[in-house]
């Protein structure tokens, strides 16, 4: 149990003791997680994860995958979940309002968003006159061997939007962005 663990050394002391820079990956996931399970206490827990799936994989498991590990409820999994998806969030930016100058700009949006995902993705981003993002839609995600992409799906949402533009962008999972011979 975390009790039998002296103060100083359990992970939240230890944060605010030596400073958040200075504790390891596992007593951050402690925090996090708070509570271990009957059996494990949270550091163990939090060790055991890191080690069946390093930082980088945890990044991108799915909450179902989650709670197949043992100790990971729906509390604990969702916590996960949540946290990386705020992650993603923040190294992304903002995209709503956020003017396009360049190819660029929206590779920086839609790098981080579309980079974990295991199929392809197919959304529209809208532009107002002023080339402000005012809004987005995932249009498609592929099949098994295609993707479809019905463009009544890209003009609909630009009428809402009363968009006076749009670029459409989609990942490649592959990490190969040549296209496919049918």
């Known amino acids: ?55 980088e994989k945890l990044n991108s498991i799915s909450l179902q995958e989650l709670m197949k590990v043992k100790g990971i409820g729906l509390a604990k999994a969702t916590k996960l979940v949540s946290m990386f998806e705020l992650n993603k969030r923040i190294k992304s930016g903002t995209i709503h309002n956020k003017t396009i100058k360049n190819p660029e700009d929206v590779v920086m949006y839609f790098m981080e968003k579309l980079k974990d995902l295991k199929k392809e993705h197919f959304f529209a981003i809208y532009l107002n006159s002023k080339n402000k ?50």
């Open 1 to 55: 149990m975390l009790k039998e663990i002296s103060l100083d050394q359990r992970p939240r002391e230890r944060l605010v003791k030596i400073g958040v820079e200075n504790i390891s990956d596992y007593e951050l996931l402690a925090i996090i997680l708070q509570n271990g399970t009957f059996g494990e206490n949270v550091i163990t827990l939090s060790q055991r994860l890191i080690s069946m799936y390093g930082l």
């Open 133 to 182: 993002i005012i809004g987005e839609k995932l249009i498609s995600v592929e099949t098994i061997n295609q993707s479809l992409v019905d463009h009544r799906e890209i003009f609909k949402e630009a009428f809402k939007y009363n968009a006076n533009a749009f670029v459409l962008v989609h990942n490649h999972p592959s990490g190969d962005p040549r296209c496919r011979d049918y």
